[in-house]
Structures are given as C-alpha cells and as structure tokens.
C-alpha cells in the first residue's frame, strides 16, 4: 500500500507515494495541467484577487470537472497575506460553491481566520468534506475543528515535540498526512505519526486510506 501525501506543491511523483499535487490558478493558469495524476486546484488566498476572480473562476470551473482533480483548493483564508478578508471571504465563497456543484471536497489554507471558516462552514452549510491542510495549532482549536466536522491534515508540525498537531495524532483517527512545500520526506513524517498512535507504519497507511475512500464516497 501507498504512502498518501495529500498535500505537495512538488511534482515529481515516486513510486511508493500517492500524492496529490496543489496547483494555483493563479500562477499556474497558463501552464497545461496534468491530465492523469492527482491533483488539486484553487485559487490560493495569497494571490488570489477579487479584480481576476472572474476570468479565473472561469478557467477553474473548466478544470476541476477534470477526473484527476481530487481535491478543490488550496483555497482559504489568510489574515496575514493576501486581500482584505472581506475579498478573500467573497474568493473563498465561490470556490466553496464549485466544490458542492462538483461534489469534491476542499483542501482549506487557513491563517488566524478559523473563527471565519467555522462561521463560513455554518452559514453556507458546506456539505462537502472540508480539510484543513498544515495543521499546527493547539490541541484546543483542533479539537474545536473536529467537532464542527472539519477534516485536519498534519505535515511537519508532528516532529516537534508535544506539538499541538502531534497531540491531536494520538486521539483522533480521522485525518490525513502531506509534505507541503517541506523537503521532509513523507515517509517520516508517516514514520513519526505512526510512533505517536502507537502502531505500524502499515496500519497508519491502511487507516489513511480507509479515510480517503470515505472522503471521495460522500
Ligand atoms: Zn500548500
């Protein structure tokens, strides 16, 4: 069985790893995008603005019907980096809007807005699994996430010691593991959260799996 990276701004594909390679529309728009390996596209919060979102919009929703486009996003939210979040909010809404029409589930930035994103998830009644990608926040506001039904993915914040993330690791099953632009292998970091659940690095691939064919059966 595969390692799955769900989140890799890397192209290279190895073999022993599925991954799931994130590509931005605006940056990538004229670039030809993969027609067979997993990817995700969005418009990511850090270029996204609201004065291109219609024309990328456009190109987006021509893609993402594409088969290999497993997840919508990386798309969210950024109070550090981006547009106001009055425009980032709007972005974000149609790409939400995107992923119930196509029935994909979303892979979510999320930066010092989580308040926002749990208020967004509410009031549009999301009903599309929605993942939030890096994880590395207390153990308090991911418990939070959780419960309001959000997915977490966790990359190298599981390495430090007592991280929140890590802590999360040994109480919760439903989640997913990524290299995000990180050069750590994903092997150790699947390595590491094995260690933390106390079991195998096949079992921790057996329930990461279990977990993504839930994820695409909604
Ligand atoms: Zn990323």
Redesign the pocket.
């Known amino acids: 069985m595969d390692f799955l990276d769900i ?1 890799t ?1 890397k192209s290279a594909q190895r073999k022993g790893v599925a991954s799931i390679q ?1 590509l931005s529309l605006t940056s990538d728009i004229f670039l030809a995008m993969p027609k067979t390996k997993p990817i995700s596209i969005g418009l ?1 919060p850090w270029y996204a603005s609201l004065e291109k979102l219609d024309i990328q919009l456009k190109y987006l929703s021509v893609l993402a019907k594409q088969p290999n486009v497993r997840l919508i996003g ?1 798309c969210g939210l950024d109070k550090l980096k981006g547009e106001n979040l009055e425009n980032q909010t709007i972005i974000l809404e149609t790409q939400v809007a995107l992923a119930e029409q196509l029935n994909k589930p979303l892979i979510l ?1 999320c930066v010092k807005a989580f308040a926002e994103l749990i208020e967004l998830k509410e009031r549009l009644q999301v009903k599309v699994p929605m993942i939030i ?2 994880f590395n926040k207390n153990e308090a506001l991911g418990k939070q996430l959780i419960a309001k039904g959000f997915l977490l993915s966790f990359g190298t914040s599981i390495l430090k010691e007592n991280s929140g993330a890590s802590k999360l690791l040994e109480s919760c099953d439903d989640f997913f593991l990524e290299t ?2 990180a050069g750590t292998p994903i092997e150790e970091i699947y390595e590491m959260a094995a260690n933390l659940k106390k079991c195998s690095v096949d079992e921790l691939k057996a329930l990461i799996f279990a977990n993504w064919k839930n994820l695409n059966l909604i």
Do not use: F, K, P
């Open positions: 989140h701004h994130s990511h990386e930035h990608h890096g995000d632009d």
